[in-house]
């Protein structure tokens, strides 16, 4: 709907012309300058800006559905308040999201396409279930942990729209987090039965939660380009280090244990050393059999065919106005 008019170029480096407007861009890049909407930039950046803002857009709407599923159960007025404008937020993320993807001229009908289709992937961490309570506060506290420190370097990132997005993205983050943190306090330090929920939450979202960083370094296709042009600044492997390392004493002040055996302090760098994450998990996840999969896709095209009359209304809506004005 708010796709631009842009100065698309089909980005092919081949003539000379193009070469020294790479070049130029690299350089600007390099400068530390934002890249805008109207710039010119390559057509291998802007197809792997859309690539990864539609993913993330999608992952905030998807992800709308295992915390969905707990709204009408939350165990006080307090905890459903904090919850519904927690998954409102997602939403409204999602909506900056898509929107940060259409300046680049990719329109939002087309997003979602990909989305339903199965073209489009969403984060992994969304195909597992919501089994208990404790499951909420596991995914604010380890879930939007982890999204935060995935998403304070992307407020940085050389493409200006994203950049600006992910700055309130980052802020309300940090809210979801601590009302997840603050969820898991309340049960760690309530009765046996409620530690064990907790435990049993951090048990099942521990290792799901490591992969959202995406696969190691060493397998990771898209890392270099996006690295050599500021899209991102750190390494999966290197954000999913920052995670265990502000993770892992937040997990002991909860009383709870990390689900990996092979956990260990090294002195000599500070850092926590994890054991093997089971990526044969995330790869089957990858390919559309996680737990939850089937259920999230289905309830994404329900929503869609349920909202066709709103989508229509308000295209109906917008041509009487152009009608109007035009008279
Ligand atoms: N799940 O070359 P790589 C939230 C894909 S939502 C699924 O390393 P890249 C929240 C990757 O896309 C936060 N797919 O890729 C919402 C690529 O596939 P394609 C979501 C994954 O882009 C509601 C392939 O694997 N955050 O916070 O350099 C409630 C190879 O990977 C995953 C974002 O979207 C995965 N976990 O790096 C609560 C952050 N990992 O595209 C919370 C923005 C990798 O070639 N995205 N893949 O088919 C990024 O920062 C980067 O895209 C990634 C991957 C670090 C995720």
Redesign the pocket.
Known sequence: MYTQALNVSDGDERTIEDAERAARFQARIDAEERIEPNDWMPAAYRKTLV??IS??AH??VV??LP?GNWITRAPTLRRKAALLAKVQD?CGHGLYLYAAAETLGASREELVDQLLSGKA?????FNYPTLTWADIGA?GWL??GA?IM??IP?CRCSYGPYARAMIRVCKE?SF?QRQGYEIMLTLAKGSAEQKALAQDALNRWWWPCL?????PDQA????DT?TKWKI?RFS?DELRQKFVDATVPQAHYLGLTVPDPDLKKNDATGHWEYGEIPWDEFKQV?AGNGPCNRDRMAARRKAHDDGAWVREAAAAYAEKRKKKLAA
Not at 121 to 125: E, G, N, R
Not at 211 to 215: C, L, R, V
């Open positions: 690539r990864q993913q993330h992952s905030e992800g709308m915390e997602e992937k969403y984060s992994s961490i995914i879930v939007d999204a995935n998403q992307l983050e979801h992969m959202m960083f995406g696969p990771s296709q898209h890392s996006s991102k999966n990858l």
